[in-house]
């Protein structure tokens, strides 16, 4: 672990860089918008804590109306139930049976949910659920289109039933489109929306047939909850990017009635490296993912051209000339492409009051459940 | 911080999924492989620990006839110092006086160098130096061909007196070639270390006109390590991805001369969902990163053709089938693409002993500098 980033009060040019900034305006702004748009559309709202990694956050979704998070690991379950946060959805399915003890342990503590997609995995739950106590919340996954995780809509109803039969509390369905998260054009986006609420008409059926109820309909992402929203089938809304947005989510098309969120996190740079054609910030692949491009730069007319471990090397950009590079050590605030790879890089949040310009650090902030992967 | 991962003594299947782990056989093959090369070859050996971060291993090299690590961040060499490791080269530049501060003082601490490109750099160095003691060895960075950082070869002899004029010790040159690491063809990276050597002599030279000795060349990789121990100017390797290797590694020509290196990194990871068509392991972008592309699948017919922040989808490759694709909860494992930022995902490696058929584990070594980035 290394030294400190920051202290609290200080102006933001004493932060040490790569450092990972979060501007608390905007994202707050980003935060009380969709709690706002979730309960006037009247849908649950669990954001999804697989992107900020951190109680601090997720106690101030719960704060401001959310009923909970979701997560995709069992690590980053029992670290924010040690966190204090009380009601947590795994949206993820866990097969291994050591984990799945885990999984009934923690029901017992706290309000859990689970997803499952295969009689195994319900098997091995079920299973351990008798062993240890515990009764968590079962969704069944369906495959609403990505051709990840989840049975077809058809076979819903079977697996839900053998959830029932094997003495596990059936919840409802876990139905999320990652695929068309990042559809550029709105239009794209609603279609394929649509498409997910008819494959969950189509599960529910098999459900009902079954002679099962199915209480809840969760999914949906920062791309799509707008559609999701008011598809007529999704009861909650699993949204994570919203919060801080990323390069990735910017580019898309926005929907017509979805509030305007603003970038929030930041990767705070220096240049260390200064040469006539380029300079060199101290920030590489360890400090932001490049899964889904390379940072961009915030407000001046530089371009990322290429990246190491370490270091990043920036050129001018559009109209931008080499006269002006900015100078060896100065700041270079950058915007990650894909913020959930990008936080889990980071120990630790510098969070900051007042904007990127004339701002101070309000707070520190750990990133919880970074490297939880099992 | 998640739940441990494995016990000492366990087989195998008991490690928890994803996981790092190394294959302790092969990486002492490895390691000491390395350690005859530049033995036989008399060049000091500067294994980086950028790659592996880790206190354990770097102790391992060094133990083999290593003289010490590079690191490339001040926080790395930090946390390394106090685990014991007692000679370290930041082989980048450092330019916040903060920082330099730092460097300053550590430099009274254990045997430490830094690399410096700039005159700003320098004085800044000085001053903290001058301010808190400390007198590290200081290697002038020349740009050998990868357009990053350093000075041009014809502007080392300035510079370096530079470094002399204001008190500081130059030791000589950081040169090394990032870009020539992984050209495919051996006698490419030939040609391309044969440049470096040009570009070296050319900085020796403006040096030595400027009245200063050039101690040592410091550079290479493990792309271009037989060639630069061969050049007749470089006196110390930095090779850092021999010991693990990585597919990216893995796919260039060798060196007639150099030893052969094994994968000796893998993430554990285990099939979580299944399908007709694929499945999909627990192991995503979280725990391997894919800027050299998605990792292989060892000793099965598989091939990774998706990847989530937390999913792997698997489907069959070559003359597989998918009656072929592993079952539900069946460990699968993976090669990392680069292994320094997969290293940095982790917090500890699992180091099994009697290979990843039958092997235990031995050791659970923490990622030291994981996520030191300043």
New interface residues.
């Given amino acids: ?3 400190s ?1 920051a202290r609290l009060g200080d102006p933001l040019d ?1 932060i ?4 990972l900034v979060i501007d608390l305006d905007a994202m707050e702004c980003n935060l009380g918008a969709m709690a706002v748009f979730a309960r006037s559309h009247n849908v649950r709202l669990r954001p999804h804590a ?1 992107m900020h990694k951190s109680a601090a956050i997720a106690k101030a979704q719960i704060a401001a109306g959310a009923v909970g998070v979701c997560v ?2 069992l ?1 980053e379950a ?2 924010l139930a040690d966190a204090g946060i009380a009601d947590i959805f795994i949206s ?5 049976a ?2 799945l003890t ?1 999984v009934a342990a923690l029901a017992g503590r706290i309000t859990l949910a689970i997803a499952v ?2 009689i ?2 319900v098997d091995r739950l079920a299973e351990a659920c008798k062993a240890v106590g515990g009764a968590p919340n079962v969704f069944v996954e369906i ?1 609403v289109g990505q ?4 049975v077809s809509p058809a076979a819903a109803g079977a697996l839900a039933h053998h959830v029932v039969s094997r003495g596990l509390r059936f919840a409802g369905l876990q139905a999320y489109q ?1 695929g068309a998260q990042h559809l550029r054009g709105a239009a794209e986006r609603e279609a394929a929306a649509r498409s997910v609420a008819t494959l969950v008409r189509e599960a529910q059926k098999s459900i009902t047939s079954a002679g099962i109820a199915c209480p809840l309909v969760t999914g949906g992402g920062t791309g799509t909850f707008v559609f999701e929203a008011t598809s007529g089938v999704c009861g909650e809304l699993q949204v994570g990017s919203y919060l801080f947005m990323d390069c990735e989510y910017a580019d898309i098309e926005p929907a017509e009635q979805a509030p305007r969120f603003e970038h929030a996190l930041f990767v705070k740079s ?6 006539a054609s ?1 300079v ?1 910030v ?2 590489g ?3 932001y ?3 889904s491009g390379l940072p961009r730069v915030r407000g001046r007319e530089l371009e990322m051209v ?1 990246y ?4 990043g ?1 920036l050129k001018p950009s559009g109209s931008g000339s080499a006269a002006d590079l900015p100078l ?2 100065e700041t270079v605030w950058l915007v990650p492409g894909h913020c ?2 990008t936080v ?4 630790v949040y510098v969070a900051v009051r007042g904007g990127l310009e004339r701002g101070v650090v309000e707070a520190l902030w750990p990133v919880d ?6």
């Fill in positions: 672990m290394q030294r980033l004493t040490a860089t790569p450092a697989k995709q690991k690590s029992e670290v993820n399915e866990v097969i291994d050591a984990k885990r997609d295969s195994l995995g495959d051709g990840r995780c989840g990652g220096q240049v260390m490296s200064r040469s380029h060199v101290d920030a692949l360890k400090a993912a490049i899964d290429n190491g471990d370490e270091h090397i060896l050590g959930d790879p889990n890089l980071h120990d459940t970074r490297g939880c992967l099992i």
